[in-house]
């Protein structure tokens, strides 16, 4: 079992820049991608950025390239996401998951998922 609580959402005007974390606990052999995914009001949740946690490769879907970085500590079990240069349509819960079952890994295919935080960005 994996438990995951992110924090750091909140709401900032277009421009601004908001540092998500998410900390992990529990079983560490399930941890070996973790990502993060959003959903906003309407629509299916998407994944905005992953990392596998023992090289280190990262994917971005295209929208938040060169504006979101997706990072760990592994010492503080803890993942992050620095969000900068946020747009209205950035606006969602913002959700931690890892545990990954296959597949694509912007693909919601994890296995253990936050509870979220709310990221809203106002024009």
């Known amino acids: 079992q994996v438990q995951l609580v992110e924090s750091g959402g909140g709401s900032v005007q277009a421009g601004g820049s908001l540092r998500l974390s998410c900390a992990a606990s529990?079983?560490?052999?399930?941890?070996?991608?973790m990502a993060w995914f959003r959903q906003a009001p309407g629509k299916e949740r998407e994944g905005v950025a992953a990392?596998?946690?023992?090289?280190?490769?990262?994917y971005y879907i295209g929208s938040v390239k060169g504006r979101f970085t997706i990072s760990q500590d592994n010492a503080k079990n803890t993942l992050y996401l620095q969000m900068n240069s946020l747009k209205p349509e950035d606006t969602a819960m913002y959700y931690c998951?890892?545990?990954?079952?296959?597949?694509?890994?912007?693909?919601?295919?994890?296995?253990?998922w936050g509870q979220g935080t709310q990221v809203t960005v106002s024009s």
């Open positions: 529990g079983d560490t052999d399930s941890r070996d991608c």
């Open positions: 990392i596998y946690t023992g090289g280190g490769n990262r």
């Open positions: 998951a890892t545990g990954f079952e296959g597949g694509w890994v912007l693909k919601p295919g994890y296995m253990y």
